[in-house]
């Protein structure tokens, strides 16, 4: 909780530091490194000292003619010798030698650490194959990580969580999620709202309100998180999984429409539809709302991942009978956990809302006819909430632009697909996710998630279908045609870092590393 309401980081950059007499023959990569940290073995130990100050950690490298790496020199190395008696006109090539600890370019940050506290030392360097120095690694930098997708905070929800505080409207129901509602439904264009504890809560009440039951099937995208399968068990309902179309990575049209015939067939049509948008994209809603008006089915539109995205112009998640939003964590905006469900059907949003609240009658003595849960939102998070709705188009260009960055500049990694975009689709690009063809790649994913994860860089692979789960073995699956797509993006996708509010540092930081590692 402190961490999620602490100002977002952006120390400013200091100016660069005076240079005078600091070595420039040779430029390593980055010009950062050569002009605070390099120094000749030419060089008096005056302007050793100049450069252990102008760069602030405490060491510098010192190099030859070529550039390559003779030692490295510290604060305490200079005293050392100054109290012995040397001038500060000295040379640096006067230090006593001591071969210096460096590592190849390449190594991860795992390993380096583990070089580092072997030797008891903070900074290393990292060298290229004639022992120039491409990077110098200090261990508090070294070890900071980069996550999936971090929470990014505005500038409004303390302020509306402060309103909360300060009017004592701590406990659930009151005016910001009243507000957050509201807003909700203006910034997609829906008619209610119900705001909720987790985006599982949402999914669990749509099947209640559609009456799913015992015995009853639901169909499912399988391609998918587990909860957007989970509320089908718990209301004692089976689970059939629908394959993903190649063209959007959603539910197949063509296997939802199979699915649907052999149902009726069998004279058990299901009770809805689950269709999921993954990663931020719309699935093609058209045809599908075509089979399921046919059939009779409702949708649930499990639209958790793709708030700020659209499908032809319209909001996603607006689509179904009930849309299912998440604000958890890790979502392209989030309450640190909670849900919305949205409708047009303003009775079912209210009964989303007597069931979310104990499904308590309207009577003093707490009268019940029937069973609800403990699923409403709290007045604190909803004015997180709040404040984070007004930065979702912010958080939705920062990750389409951070999608572009990755497409630009990994346009030459072999085998490399991006998730497609088709043009009836404006994905939010919670996630920047792309698969390797085998045939051309010369990594496995699997590979490359754990030397990112080697340097710190939490990649992902892409769900595991639900079919493939061992959950749900047995469940009944409909593939799109003779390939089963689910599977085919399963063993070759993964998702890469997409947090709104990364560096740009921390970006080529994971491009580097791809390129390194699948280039
Ligand atoms: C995150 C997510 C959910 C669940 O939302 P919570 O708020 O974490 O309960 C459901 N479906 C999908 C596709 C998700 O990504």
């Not at 950690?57 to 008696?85: F, H, N, Q, S, Y």
């Not at 849900?339 to 707490?366: C, K, N, W």
């Not at 692979?461 to 061992?470: A, G, R």
Request: proline share 7%.
């Amino acid at each position: 909780m402190t961490s999620l309401l602490a100002p977002g980081p952006s120390s400013p950059r200091t100016s660069p530091p005076d240079r005078s007499g600091l070595a420039r023959a040779w430029r390593p990569r980055s010009k950062e490194l050569n002009e605070n940290i390099c120094i000749e073995q030419s060089a008096t130990l005056h302007r050793a000292l100049a450069a252990l100050d102008a760069s602030g950690i405490g060491i510098a490298v010192v190099v030859d003619p070529e550039g390559a790496v003779t030692r490295t020199v510290t604060d305490g190395d200079l005293r050392r010798m100054i109290l012995k008696g040397a001038k500060l006109e000295d040379l640096v090539n006067t230090l006593p030698p001591q071969p210096p600890v460096t590592v190849p370019q390449g190594t991860s940050r795992t390993d380096a650490l583990s070089v580092m506290d072997a030797h008891h030392i903070n900074h290393l360097p990292v060298v290229d194959d004639a022992n120039r120095l491409v990077e110098l690694f200090d261990r508090k930098s070294l070890s900071k990580r980069i996550f999936l997708s971090p929470p990014h905070l505005g500038t409004l929800e303390r302020e509306f969580v402060e309103e909360a505080f300060t009017s004592n409207w701590i406990a659930p129901i009151g005016p910001n999620v009243d507000a957050f509602e509201r807003e909700m439904c203006d910034k997609i264009g829906v008619k209610a709202a119900a705001a909720l504890s987790s985006g599982s809560a949402a999914l669990h009440l749509a099947m209640r309100l559609l009456n799913v039951g015992a015995g009853d099937r639901v169909f499912c995208s399988s391609l998918t998180f587990v909860a957007s399968a989970s509320p089908i068990t718990y209301q004692n309902a089976e689970p059939v999984f629908i394959d993903s179309d190649p063209d959007s990575w959603n539910m197949s049209p063509r296997a939802l429409e199979r699915a649907l015939h052999d149902a009726r067939a069998e004279g058990r049509p299901p009770k809805a539809i689950v269709v999921v948008n993954l990663y931020g994209q719309s699935a093609d809603m058209d045809p599908i709302i075509e089979l399921a008006q046919h059939y009779d089915v409702p949708i649930i539109e499990d639209a958790a991942e793709s708030l700020g995205g659209k499908y032809k112009g319209r909001s996603s998640g607006t689509f179904g009978t009930l849309g299912v939003f998440s604000f958890n964590g890790n979502k392209i905006i989030t309450t640190s956990g909670g849900g919305m469900l949205v409708s047009d059907d303003s009775d079912l949003i209210a009964r989303a809302r007597f069931l979310s609240t104990q499904a308590r009658e309207p009577a003093a003595h707490y009268e019940h006819k029937e069973i609800g849960y403990n699923y409403r939102m709290s007045n604190i998070l909803a004015g997180v909430g709040r404040g984070q709705l007004k930065v979702l188009q912010e958080r939705v260009d920062a990750r389409r632009a951070l999608f572009e960055t990755y497409a630009k500049e990994l346009s030459d990694i072999p085998g490399l697909t991006w998730m497609p975009e088709p043009d009836w689709s404006y994905s939010n690009r919670w996630l920047t996710t792309c698969t390797f063809d085998p045939n051309a790649s010369h990594v496995e994913v699997a590979a490359l998630v754990k030397s990112l994860a080697d340097d710190f860089i939490e990649a992902r692979p892409i769900w595991k279908p639900l079919h493939m789960q061992p959950v749900f073995q047995g469940c009944t699956y409909y593939q799109h045609d003779n390939t089963s797509v689910s599977e085919v993006l399963f063993n070759r996708g993964m998702c890469l870092p997409s947090g709104s509010n990364m560096s740009e540092e921390e970006i080529s930081r994971i491009i580097d590393k791809i390129k390194l590692v699948a280039g």
